[in-house]
Nanobody, 113 residues
Framework: QVQLVESGGGLVQVGGSLRLSCTVS????????VDWYRQAPGKQRELVAG?????TFIYDDSVKDRVFCYHAENTVYLQMNNLRPEDTAVYYC?????????WGQGTQVTVSS
């Protein structure tokens, strides 16, 4: 069983930056994707960015010029810059291992204007 633990959320002003962390209990990066999702109040959960086996990264078009995803050891980081009010959401880490989906508990990001 894999555990995902997010951290790094908080309250930030428009234009500010945050770095979110997702620590995975096992080193699965050689054969599994790990993704960052977010869910704003009243909205569906949506994919923000992720790392694929082999080390490539994917980004949603809404954030690709402001977000940088990278990986070190068992942690995936989401560096978010020039934050906007619409980035306010709970950010979750996600992976699928042996056909089972795992989610972290989420970390709240609030961008104030």
């Amino acid at each position: 069983q894999v555990q995902l633990v997010e951290s790094g959320g908080g309250l930030v002003q428009v234009g500010g930056s945050l770095r979110l962390s997702c620590t995975v209990s096992e080193n699965i990066f050689n054969f599994n994707r790990v993704d960052w999702y977010r869910q704003a109040p009243g909205k569906q959960r949506e994919l923000v960015a992720g790392i694929r086996p082999g080390g490539t990264f994917i980004y949603d078009d809404s954030v690709k010029d402001r977000v940088f995803c990278y990986h070190a050891e068992n942690t995936v980081y989401l560096q978010m810059n020039n934050l906007r009010p619409e980035d306010t959401a709970v950010y979750y880490c996600n992976t699928v291992l042996l056909s089972r989906t795992y989610w972290g508990q989420g970390t709240q990001v609030t961008v104030s204007s």
